[in-house]
């Protein structure tokens, strides 16, 4: 079955960086479209980044991270990234990658067009 396995979380000070990991299995992993999203305490979860599958490697960002966060993805390694600079204070809260429902979409940062999760990993900015 499918399987998404973050890492890479961590506490760090504003302005500093940090990468994250998705680990894929379960399926072929360069087939699918895949994103990061975040939820910090008492918000909803909202869409960092997203990559297409297919080769193409499409990237779209959240305007609040654009210029700072990269989204990429090593299909030979069946991981997907998110290098996170000029980390704030607001970035603060659990990064959960996701995969949409079928290969041929990489649909808008709805929660319900990815139906595959991860179980999150926490990162924590302080000022």
């Known amino acids: 079955q499918v399987r998404l396995v973050e890492s890479g979380g961590g506490s760090v000070q504003a302005g500093g960086s940090l990468r994250l990991s998705c680990a894929a299995s379960?399926?072929?992993?360069?087939?699918?479209?895949m994103g990061w999203f975040r939820q910090a305490p008492g918000k909803e979860r909202e869409g960092v980044a997203r990559i297409s599958g297919g080769g193409a490697f499409t990237t779209v960002y959240a305007d609040s991270v654009k210029g700072r966060f990269t989204i990429s993805r090593d299909n030979a390694k069946n991981t997907m990234y998110l290098q996170m600079n000029s980390l704030k204070p607001d970035d603060t809260g659990m990064y959960y990658c996701?995969?949409?429902?079928?290969?041929?979409?990489?649909?808008?940062?709805?929660?319900?067009?990815?139906?595959?999760w991860g179980q999150g990993t926490q990162v924590t900015v302080s000022s």
């Open positions: 996701a995969r949409v429902r079928s290969m041929s979409s990489c649909p808008t940062f709805v929660a319900g067009n990815y139906p595959y």
């Open positions: 379960g399926f072929t992993f360069s087939d699918y479209c």
